[in-house]
Every structure is written in structure tokens, then in C-alpha cells.
């Protein structure tokens, strides 16, 4: 099988469509219809069966599928050995992270690493989605959960109390929540994700129902300005927070689990000097935060 050809095979059978897969292999639709018709003409099978949902593997496809998968391996395991003996300040460094924490820590750290080395390129992807550092899809991932991985290489960055806030202007209007009477009569806002757990959803440990959820956000970052916009009463990491000037309400409850923030690298890029000078920024800009 052809490198270029599988490349563009499992981009297919990832994505579904011939525009999202040629967006993610970076070439044109056309590219990638003829790129599969010259894996199945060289293969003599047909790999995929045109839906109107997208494309679905056929079982031939299946069976190739496993090959690829491994040839891919391969490839990702070559490519991230030889980087990992690169002492260049030089270069490209994909990183993954929200975009809260894109706005508060990783763009500064780009800013810092532009100027100390200005031949490094970041190339930064914000969204909820976890990239596959295995497949090179990233260099650095920020996330909020420990991967278990044993070929990836977590370093803690923080880990922040979640308190209730609101702004002042809510407060001024609204009053603050009698912690009797739960949330009768306020507004809230939740992180979607919180809702869609199996438990019944609360804020600081105290059920939502005796309020009104007027928003449920996929963001961190809206999550935030839906507060400080004085709309609802909501959750927050603490020094988040303070950044915004928001108030803290029931200031002796916090949920019960703290907001962690990983740096996830995998061990064989972690010694790439453009690489290792992305991580030791990235961490100053959280340690900026706890001084």
C-alpha cells in the first residue's frame, strides 16, 4: 500500500465525507476520489460503499483498515523519533487546548515564545475535542483529565477550587441566594456536559431545581461571559474568578471536584527543543497565575 494512498483511505473512513476528509489530509476533493480509486484499483477491491450518510467501509475495507492502521503507527513512530533528536528553536508546534484556556495562558505563552524565539511557528487548535497525539493530530494537548496512556508524558499544571459566582450587577438586582432555600428564584447557567451526566445536576453540591437554568454552554469561556454579563449565577475555578471580578457566592462550598489542567505531550516529543520550549512557557503562564 501506498503511504499517500492510506493516508488519505483513513482520512475517509474517519471523517465520512470526500470534503472532510480532504480538508483534514489538506488536499482537494478531487485528490482524494482519485487517491482511492488507485488504492482499490491496486488493491482489487472496493474499500467503501457510497452512502447517502457518507462513506462506510466495506468488509475488504475492514480488513484493510487494520494494515493501514499499522502502517500509520509506523509512520507517526518514525516521524515523532526522528523529531525527538531535533535541538532546533526552529519549526513547527501543534497544540490543543479550550478556548478558555487558549485566551488566558496559551496565547501569552506564544506571545513570550515569539519573542524569545521567533522561528518557532504555533499552530493552535481550540475546541472540546481530545486530538490524538499518538497519530501527530497534536504536539501539546491542555486538557482537564489525566490521560491514561502509558506513551504519554502529564504534567500538572493547576488545580483550582470551583466556587458559585455571579456579577455584581446580578447581585445588585437580584440579591444573593438564601442557602435555605436553595436557588428558588434565581437564574443559572451550567456547562452542558454537567447535565448530561447520570446525576441529578447541581452547583456547588446543591441541586439546580428549585432554579431556573436559563443557558447551558459548551465553553468555558461562555460560560464566563454569561456571568459577567449579570444573566445567571453559575460556576467557576476560583482564580478565573478573581480575573473577571466576579463575586463569589456561598464561599464556604465549592464542588467537590477541583478544576485540574494537564500538559500532555507524548514521551517521544518531549526532549524537541521547539517542543520543550512550548512546555516551559505554557507552564510559566500558570505559574504567573498561583504568584
Known amino acids: 500500500m501506498n503511504w499517500d494512498d492510506t493516508r488519505i483511505f483513513l482520512a475517509l473512513q474517519r471523517e465520512g465525507t470526500l470534503r472532510r476528509a480532504a480538508r483534514v489530509a489538506g488536499v482537494d476533493q478531487a485528490t482524494v476520489g482519485r487517491r482511492l480509486a488507485a488504492l482499490e484499483h491496486a488493491l482489487g477491491a472496493t474499500l467503501f460503499l457510497r452512502t447517502s450518510d457518507g462513506y462506510v467501509l466495506t468488509p475488504a475495507g475492514e480488513n484493510a483498515l487494520r494494515s493501514a492502521e499499522k502502517m500509520e503507527a509506523f509512520a507517526n513512530d518514525l516521524v515523532r523519533q526522528a523529531q525527538g533528536t531535533d535541538s532546533r528553536l526552529a519549526g513547527e508546534v501543534k497544540v490543543t487546548t479550550t478556548d478558555s484556556l487558549a485566551l488566558e495562558f496559551v496565547i501569552p505563552a506564544i506571545a513570550r515564545l515569539h519573542a524569545d524565539h521567533p522561528d518557532v511557528r504555533v499552530m493552535l487548535n481550540t475546541s472540546t475535542q481530545i486530538l490524538n497525539l499518538a497519530r501527530r493530530e497534536a504536539d501539546i494537548a491542555i486538557r482537564n483529565m489525566k490521560p491514561d496512556n502509558p506513551d504519554l508524558v502529564a504534567r500538572r499544571l493547576a488545580r483550582w477550587p470551583v466556587g458559585l459566582y455571579a456579577s455584581g450587577a446580578y447581585l445588585a438586582q437580584r440579591g444573593e441566594p438564601d442557602p435555605e432555600g436553595g436557588f428558588a428564584g434565581h437564574d443559572l447557567v451550567m456547562y452542558q456536559p ?64 477541583r478544576y485540574e489542567v494537564w500538559l500532555v505531550t507524548h514521551q517521544d516529543l518531549r526532549h524537541t527543543a521547539r517542543v520543550r520550549a512550548m512546555i516551559d512557557t505554557i507552564a510559566a503562564s500558570f505559574q504567573d497565575l498561583d504568584t
Open 194 to 257: 454537567h447535565l448530561t451526566s447520570h446525576a441529578a445536576p447541581t452547583l456547588v453540591g446543591e441541586p439546580i431545581g428549585a432554579g431556573r437554568l436559563v443557558a447551558a454552554v459548551n465553553s468555558s469561556l461562555m460560560l464566563r461571559a454569561t456571568i459577567r454579563m449579570g444573566t445567571a449565577i453559575g460556576e467557576v475555578p476560583v482564580p478565573m474568578a478573581e480575573r473577571d471580578g466576579l463575586v463569589r457566592i456561598w464561599p464556604e462550598r465549592e464542588r467537590a471536584r
